[in-house]
């Protein structure tokens, strides 16, 4: 699923499931008016359940048409799914937002 939130200074994408082989056109689809948008555009990545090599190329064509087009692109709360694949790809540089995991209910702190 992709829902996108328009604000006034920026737009808030979030992606939840899969972003696979099986999805990745109807995500194109459904990312295409958005990535035309002048405003920033930041997409929550934390409820990404799966990503395969169709999911990134489809991030990294986003942020190739937002740089064309000068304008900011933020993949903000990578899943553990997104991290994974990021490090096995050697992509967090070629993304250059930090990889920050959200946290988890009920992990303990100090153990």
Known sequence: MFTVRKQRYKCLA?????????NAEALKEKLAPV???KRPLEINLADVSEIDSAGV?????????RA?????????EHSPAVVDVFELMDLAGYFNDPLVLPGRKGAKHGT
Do not use: C, F, P, S
């Not at 979030?14 to 099986?22: A, D």
């Not at 190329?57 to 048409?65: H, I, R």
């Not at 064309?68 to 903000?76: F, G, I, P, S, V």
């Open 14 to 22: 979030r992606v939840e499931g899969e972003m696979t082989i099986y």
């Open 35 to 37: 990535l035309a948008d």
């Open 57 to 65: 190329q489809l991030l990294m064509m986003a942020k190739k048409e």
């Open 68 to 76: 064309a087009q000068e304008h900011k692109l933020t993949l903000t």
